[in-house]
């Protein structure tokens, strides 16, 4: 179970930092691919970014370190948390209609993943 999770942290990590990024660096085109990225300001994008960045450094670092590692589980519920958000704002911003444009498929799922590594580092740590 351990590996599976190291797993499926690094893909949300590496998932979660590539997106935030280019959101933040790419935001002008971003904005005209996506139309919901638009429907925030620039300044608000850089702020969900930072966050994701936070939490994917959170998933990691704690077990490479091995230092607070029960800082593993909080990244990981918050980054899900965060990722529901986004969710509905795709949601929102769409309607419930699955297009090429529209993100909610990929952010449902990092969510999901998300919460999947958050109870299961719960789980380890008290089994």
């Given at each position: 179970?351990?590996?599976?999770?190291?797993?499926?942290?690094?893909?949300?990590?590496?998932?979660?930092?590539?997106?935030?990024?280019?959101?933040?660096?790419?935001?002008?085109?971003?904005?005209?691919?996506?139309?919901?990225?638009?429907?925030?300001?620039?300044?608000?994008?850089?702020?969900?970014?930072?966050?994701?960045?936070?939490?994917?450094?959170?998933?990691?670092?704690?077990?490479?370190?091995?230092?607070?590692?029960?800082?593993?589980?909080?990244?990981?519920?918050?980054?899900?948390?965060?990722?529901?958000?986004?969710?509905?704002?795709?949601?929102?911003?769409?309607?419930?209609?699955?297009?090429?444009?529209?993100p909610a498929l990929w952010t449902l799922g990092l969510a999901a993943l998300s919460a999947f590594v958050g109870y299961g580092r719960q789980?380890?740590?008290?089994?």
């Amino acid at each position: 179970m351990n590996i599976l999770l190291w797993a499926v942290q690094i893909v949300v990590a590496l998932f979660s930092m590539a997106g935030s990024a280019y959101r933040i660096s790419n935001y002008a085109m971003a904005s005209q691919q996506v139309a919901s990225v638009g429907a925030l300001p620039y300044a608000a994008w850089v702020a969900v970014g930072a966050f994701e960045i936070a939490c994917s450094l959170g998933l990691i670092l704690p077990g490479i370190f091995k230092m607070k590692r029960g800082w593993t589980p909080v990244a990981a519920w918050a980054l899900a948390v965060e990722m529901l958000l986004v969710t509905g704002l795709h949601f929102w911003y769409f309607g419930f209609q699955m297009t090429a444009q529209n993100p909610a498929l990929w952010t449902l799922g990092l969510a999901a993943l998300s919460a999947f590594v958050g109870y299961g580092r719960q789980a380890w740590k008290r089994a």
